[in-house]
């Protein structure tokens, strides 16, 4: 069965502190287990909390369980009463019946530690049951959105990283993976608990096997599952490494195995948004970095600067719209005198491109640049729902740039600044309800889509709009001096007539 086994002696906890240059990890006996993760560099965000340490702790019970199945018998380890022994920064908790050792010993590198341990007498085919917290309580600000970012994963070798929301697992259904693991992990929002080979190994996995079963849900958001994973023992013994800390890039990706994957978010367009959103974090924290300001200034700065680099291209694209707007009229004549002519009227139709300089598929071209940011936008979108970076990071009168404006203010601006773009690119224009009705219309979709994203994307955005203005004001007056909507020129039409 899938769940913490219960402990079958019940008697006060013996503790120890394991302590690192970030956070303190508090052991208990019975059990040899952490129950708690004590985060010195970040706080705990809950508004009935506030500024207090931040501590990654199921509401009930250690983080981990440890069972160990030898044949036919488990023994339960929450019914063993271990004694505690220190030795430099390795605890030891060990017992004589049965004989089991446990150490735990934290690492230079982060919030890595290093678990390992002997079973004496173990017979072949023994093997360490773990089972993964059921819960996590919340400490962000936003709990209901914490709370639907609980999930499973685990990393197979030559494999893409694989989840498993809570919300997905039905109660009482249970889910089977079969195969070697490098890692097992569970997570929320911000923080993560991960079991994993030790690092540097071969990744060939040392885990075997991950099931997870859902649990009654007492709301229409999961909050509890159950999982379990087991260490197959050699002579008795075993060595992984646990990570429980922050879902930071940097310290993820510095562990290897592809754990900085732990959450494969974008459903199917994961292919498509991680590599943007990898490229997105690596510059945004090379910004944070070299310039030292704050996270919103760096977003400030990276929304001009993505301006000011596709400037040329917009250039481009604007210009060929001002010419595919002169040409209108000749491409109306060709087709009217062609209509039934597909063949000749194909041939004409290049030939006036040709004689302006343009191709065919020049308007498609035109369009490029317009579609370049958006696959920034989009991973800056999932950037600023998972990247702890952003988190509790205030600016200007935002107190988190990971959260909505609390105000409304930027996503207004964001929307007034939309607005204002498309204002003034319809200006000297060649009439056209359509595109003036979008004008109203899209910027006001896009406000109330906005409202409640994280302000910091809101911000990005509204720098991008403003950052925008004065190349659509140059381009409209280059509109306004080429008199489009005018007679066509006579160049290109004579050009086409000649077909």
Same mark, same amino acid.
């Given at each position: ?5 219960? +402990?079958?002696?019940?008697? =006060? ?5 394991? #302590? &690192?240059?970030?956070?303190? $990890?508090? !052991?208990? *006996? ?26 990654? +702790?199921?509401?009930?019970? =250690? ?5 160990? #199945? &030898?044949?036919?018998?488990? $023994?339960? !380890?929450? *019914? ?420």
């Amino acid at each position: 069965m899938v769940g913490p086994a219960t +402990a079958a002696v019940l008697r =006060p906890a013996d503790s120890a502190t394991l #302590a &690192s240059n970030h956070e303190q $990890i508090t !052991l208990v *006996s019975p059990g040899a287990v952490p129950t708690a993760i004590h985060l010195s560099g970040y706080r705990n965000l809950r508004p009935d909390r506030h500024d207090t340490v931040a501590t990654i +702790a199921p509401p009930h019970g =250690p983080l981990l369980h440890y069972r160990i #199945a &030898s044949g036919s018998d488990t $023994i339960a !380890l929450d *019914s063993v009463r271990f004694s505690i022994a220190r030795s430099g920064s390795t605890t030891t908790f060990s017992s004589a019946a049965p004989s089991i050792s446990i150490s735990y010993a934290p690492t230079t590198d982060g919030y890595r530690t290093t678990v390992s341990g002997r079973v004496a007498n173990a017979p072949p085919g023994s093997t360490l049951l773990i089972d993964l917290p059921s819960e996590l309580g919340s400490i962000e600000a936003d709990t209901a959105d914490d709370l639907r970012h609980l999930a499973y994963g685990f990393k197979i070798p030559l494999r893409d990283v694989s989840s498993v929301p809570f919300g997905k697992l039905d109660p009482g259904t249970v889910r089977v993976d079969t195969g070697s693991f490098q890692w097992v992990s569970v997570r929320n929002k911000y923080w993560l608990i991960a079991l994993m080979q030790p690092v540097g190994a071969k990744p060939a996995g040392v885990f075997r096997g991950f099931t997870t079963r859902g649990a009654p849900r007492v709301g229409k958001v999961a909050t509890a599952a159950f999982a379990t994973t087991s260490y197959p023992l050699a002579n008795g013994e075993f060595a992984f490494d646990l990570y429980a800390g922050p879902q930071s890039w940097r310290d993820l990706h510095a562990l290897g195995n592809d754990l900085e994957n732990v959450n494969p978010y974008a459903g199917w367009l994961h292919a498509v948004v991680q590599p943007f959103a990898t490229i997105v974090m690596r510059v945004l924290l090379w910004m944070k970095a070299t310039l030292r300001v704050n996270y919103g200034w760096v977003l400030v700065l990276f929304g001009v600067v993505i301006r000011l680099l596709l400037w040329p291209l917009n250039q481009r694209a604007m210009r060929s719209s001002i010419a595919m707007q002169r040409l209108q009229p000749e491409l109306a004549d060709l087709q009217k005198r062609y209509k039934n002519e597909p063949e000749k009227q194909r041939e004409a139709m290049v030939k006036l491109y040709q004689s302006h300089g343009m191709s065919p598929f020049s308007p498609l071209l035109g369009c490029l640049p317009m579609l370049l940011p958006m696959p920034v936008l989009f991973a800056l979108y999932f950037v600023f729902q998972n990247t702890i970076e952003f988190r509790g990071v205030s600016f200007l009168w935002l107190p988190d740039i990971s959260l909505r404006d609390p105000f409304y203010i930027i996503p207004i601006v964001m929307g007034a600044s939309m607005f204002v773009l498309s204002w003034i690119g319809m200006k000297a224009a060649p009439p056209n309800p359509q595109a003036k009705m979008m004008s109203y219309m899209m910027p006001a979709m896009f406000t109330v889509m906005f409202l409640n994203f994280a302000s910091g994307l809101n911000l990005y955005y509204a720098v991008q709009n403003i950052a925008a203005l004065p190349q659509q004001w140059i381009l409209t007056r280059e509109r306004a001096k080429a008199g489009v909507g005018t007679a066509p020129a006579s160049k290109g039409l004579s050009a086409a007539r000649k077909t």
